[in-house]
C-alpha cells in the first residue's frame, strides 16, 4: 500500500474535512476557513487562515518555526536555516539572502531559458506530452543542480529523495516516516561524499563553491553546516517550482482566453505568476510553536501549543484579495503569502520567480495552443504540497 494518492486529502489539513472541499478546486474550503473567527483542528490545534492575523501572528517573537525535537522531509536536525529562529536564524540569512536577490539570479535567466527549451525540445514534435514529467519535474532540479555545481547525471538521485520525503510510501504513518528518514539519509551520505570530494579541489564557481569559503561570525562554515542547508535547498528548490509549474500550466491548458492573452502579451506572464501563486499555494500550510502564552488579534495561543497556519486560506481571505475565487492576471495589488511570510519567508523566492516566468514564457512562445488531452483529465494531489500529479496535453505539430 502507498501513501495517499491524489483523489485523497490526509487530516493534516483541516479544509479537507469541510463540505465545500474539492479536491480540484479547493479554494472555495479555503475561503470558507479565512471567514471562520477561531478555526481549529478536532484535535484543537488552533488555526490561523485570515492573511492579516497570520502576519501579525508570524511576528511575534514568542512564534518559533520548530519545537526543537521534531523535523520534517526526513532530516535529521535542524535544516538550516527554515528550522531556526532568532539571532542564530538570522546570522544564517545574512549569508544566504544575498545569493538569492534579484540581480543575483537574473544571471541565471539564460541558463534556465536554455534548459527550457532542451525539455521541449524533448516532446514538441510529438503532438503530446505528459508534462509534470517531461517539464514540471525536470526543470527546476536541472536549475538546482547547475547551482550547486553538480554532474547532470545525478538527477534521477534528486528526483528520487524529492519524492520519498514529500511523498514517502507506506501502509502506516509510521513506515511513511521511516523511508521518509531513509532518504534523508542517503541524502545526508550524498552531500558528504561531494563535500570531501570537493574540498579536494578548487573551490568552483557555483554555491558549494561560494559554501566552502564563506564565513559566518568569523567562522568558516562546517560540513554539517554546508550538507544542512543544502538539504534544505534541494527540497525547496525542487518541489515548490515543480508544483506550482503544474498548477500553472494546467489552469492555462483550461482557460484559453487567458492563455491567449498571455502569449500574444508575454509581458503579463510576471503578473500571472503572482496571481496563480496566490489562487494555486501550492504549499498550502505550515505549523509554528508558541513559547509563551500571547494574544494575536484577539486570540490567545498557549505556551507550547503548535498552530497551523493555512497560507492557502490566507491567499483567497476576501479582506485581503477582493473576488478571491477569480483568478486575475490584472490584479493590481497582491499580497499574497505563496511564498510563506515572517521571519521564514522562501528564501529563494526570487529564483522561483524567475523558473516560472521564463519557464511560462518559453512554454507558450514554443507550444502556444494545447489542451488537455481528450478523455483524459488534470489530476491534482493536495498532499503536503498542490500539484498537478498528471498534466497530459495534446497540441497541434506544425
Known amino acids: 500500500m502507498s501513501s495517499p494518492q491524489a ?11 469541510l463540505e465545500s472541499w474539492d479536491e480540484r478546486h479547493p479554494q472555495a474550503a479555503f475561503v470558507e476557513l479565512s471567514g471562520q473567527d477561531a478555526p481549529a483542528r478536532p484535535d484543537g490545534t488552533p488555526v490561523v487562515a485570515r492573511r492579516e492575523e497570520m502576519i501579525e501572528f508570524l511576528r511575534h517573537p514568542a512564534v518559533r518555526a520548530t519545537d526543537g525535537v521534531h523535523y520534517n522531509m526526513g532530516a535529521q536536525r535542524p535544516l538550516i536555516p527554515l528550522d531556526l529562529d532568532g ?12 545569493l538569492f536577490t534579484p540581480k543575483q539570479v537574473a544571471r541565471l535567466e539564460s541558463k534556465i ?25 525536470t526543470l527546476p532540479t536541472h536549475i538546482f543542480i547547475d547551482l550547486l555545481g553538480l554532474p547532470l547525471e545525478d538527477l534521477p538521485i534528486f528526483l528520487e529523495f524529492k519524492e520519498s520525503v514529500v511523498r514517502p510510501q507506506g501502509a502506516t504513518v509510521e513506515e511513511q516516516q521511516a523511508n521518509s ?11 558528504a561524499d561531494v563535500l570531501a570530494q570537493r574540498r579536494a ?27 544542512d542547508i543544502c538539504y534544505l535547498l534541494v527540497i525547496a528548490g525542487l518541489d515548490t517550482v515543480t508544483c506550482s509549474l503544474s498548477c500553472m500550466l494546467a489552469w492555462f491548458a483550461e482557460h484559453p482566453e487567458e492563455r491567449r492573452r498571455v502569449v500574444s502579451q508575454p509581458e503579463l506572464l510576471a503578473r500571472a505568476v503572482e496571481e496563480l501563486m496566490r489562487f494555486e499555494s501550492p504549499v498550502p500550510l505550515a505549523h509554528r510553536w508558541v513559547t509563551e502564552d500571547i494574544e494575536v488579534a484577539g486570540r490567545r495561543f498557549a505556551a507550547g501549543t503548535m498552530v497551523e497556519v493555512l497560507w492557502a486560506a490566507a491567499n483567497v481571505d476576501p479582506a485581503a484579495f477582493p473576488d478571491p475565487l477569480a483568478v486575475d492576471l490584472d490584479r493590481a495589488r497582491n499580497p499574497h503569502v505563496g511564498f510563506a511570510a515572517g521571519p521564514h519567508r522562501c528564501l529563494g523566492s526570487n529564483l522561483a520567480r524567475l523558473e516560472l516566468r521564463v519557464a511560462l514564457e518559453e512554454f507558450h512562445r514554443r507550444i502556444p495552443e494545447y489542451e488537455i488531452t481528450p478523455g483524459q483529465e488534470v489530476v491534482y494531489t493536495n498532499y503536503g504540497v498542490r500539484a498537478a500529479v498528471h498534466l497530459p496535453i495534446t497540441f497541434p505539430v506544425s
Open 7 to 17: 483523489g485523497t486529502m490526509p487530516v493534516f489539513c483541516v479544509a479537507h474535512m
Open 87 to 98: 539571532e542564530t536564524h538570522r546570522k544564517y540569512r545574512r549569508l544566504l539572502d544575498p
Open 113 to 137: 531559458r536554455a534548459r527550457t527549451n532542451a525539455l521541449i525540445d524533448a516532446f514538441a514534435d510529438a503532438g503530446e506530452a505528459e508534462l509534470m514529467f517531461g517539464l514540471c519535474a
Open 181 to 191: 528518514r531513509a532518504a534523508g539519509q542517503r541524502m545526508y551520505d550524498y552531500l
Open 201 to 227: 579541489e578548487e573551490a568552483g564557481d557555483d554555491l558549494i563553491g561560494g559554501f566552502l569559503t564563506a564565513e559566518v561570525e568569523g567562522a568558516r562554515l562546517t560540513d554539517t553546516e554546508i550538507v
